[in-house]
């Protein structure tokens, strides 16, 4: 199976965007130039060029580093081996190819060392975990799969995918533009790997504008007091807020009160965050000659042992 261009770049893309943030660059054409020339100078012992290097920008829009740039970056900024090793490029490789399925990756995926075997909603819950690009991985090896076994995780999750990934878009790296990954998964969708996803938008810019709505939605909870701050705590707390129709319209349309302080539910999400904390999630080795679920011949991809990184 060849390489697909759109999620080679998605990967680029994401790789530069989140070597911004570990530099403290400005994720902007003349921001990555400056920091990068920089960067190289001082690494090699050269001279800041007068004019900067035309080709970092590039890294912001899909192009990856030359190898010996890239064994250099890897070795400065150890944590951008995560974004490249991370187990949602090669399953969205998968997902792009017409004859390929996700049967193979959904036997090997693990929640705390056990199988997926049997549909569970509490566990398909702890899979989703804080709404985040790194725990994609999981939730489309089970809804691409075309084992059996799958069918009931699949149809609670095509309720919920959306959703969660407009949340998990409130936070990439850096400036990194939604829309690259909602086209890579736009891809998957019209080869019809998802099946019928609830309320999957019909094009880019109603994307956009499910996006800007969700992103209105959390700075009224956060102006009317519910949510303070944004680390993964509040993020998990905004996740299952919206589940709840009810409460959400609850909240906001009051403030704190006697009757519903913020105390209550931050109590309320405390177990959900510890669970999230304790849990791991993993794609288990897989050797030859245990593939009963799945056909690598279709597409040639062989699964790997992974460990997702999480938020």
């Not at 094009?203 to 992103?215: G, I, T, V, W, Y």
């Not at 209550?264 to 993993?282: K, M, N």
Request: net charge positive.
């Amino acid at each position: 199976m060849s390489d697909n261009k759109s999620v080679s770049q998605l990967r680029a893309i994401f790789f530069g965007q989140t070597l911004t943030e570990l530099a403290g660059w400005e994720a902007t054409g003349p921001g990555i130039s400056r920091g990068g020339d920089t960067w190289w100078a001082r690494r090699t012992g050269r001279p800041i060029p007068e004019t900067f290097n035309h080709k970092w920008p590039d890294f912001l829009t899909g192009r990856s580093p030359r190898n010996p740039v890239l064994a250099a970056l890897l070795a400065d900024f150890p944590m951008l081996h995560t974004v490249l090793d991370d187990p949602l490029w090669p399953l969205l490789q998968r997902l792009v190819h017409p004859l390929e399925d996700t049967g193979c990756w959904a036997g090997q995926l693990r929640l705390n060392g056990r199988a997926f075997r049997y549909y569970s909603a509490a566990r398909l819950v702890r899979l989703c975990g804080v709404p985040d690009w790194r725990s994609l991985a999981g939730l489309l090896a089970l809804l691409g799969s075309e084992r059996r076994c799958d069918t009931r995780s699949q149809a609670w999750l095509r309720q919920v995918f959306t959703l969660y990934v407009l949340c998990a878009c409130l936070d990439l790296p850096a400036r990194t533009d939604p829309r690259d990954l909602f086209g890579v998964l736009e891809q998957a969708n019209r080869l019809g790997k998802f099946g019928r996803l609830s309320a999957w938008p019909n094009s880019a810019a109603d994307f956009q504008h499910q996006l800007e709505r969700l992103q209105r939605i959390r700075q009224r909870l956060q102006a009317r007091g519910w949510i303070v701050g944004w680390g993964l705590k509040e993020r998990l707390l905004f996740w299952h807020l919206l589940w709840n129709r009810a409460t959400l319209l609850q909240l906001l349309s009051s403030f704190p009160s006697v009757e519903l302080a913020r105390r209550d539910l931050l109590a309320q999400s405390r177990h959900w965050f510890r669970q999230a904390q304790r849990d791991r999630v993993s794609f288990a080795e897989a050797p030859p000659g245990t593939w009963r679920w799945c056909d690598p011949s279709r597409g040639n991809t062989t699964p790997y042992a992974w460990v997702i990184a999480g938020p």
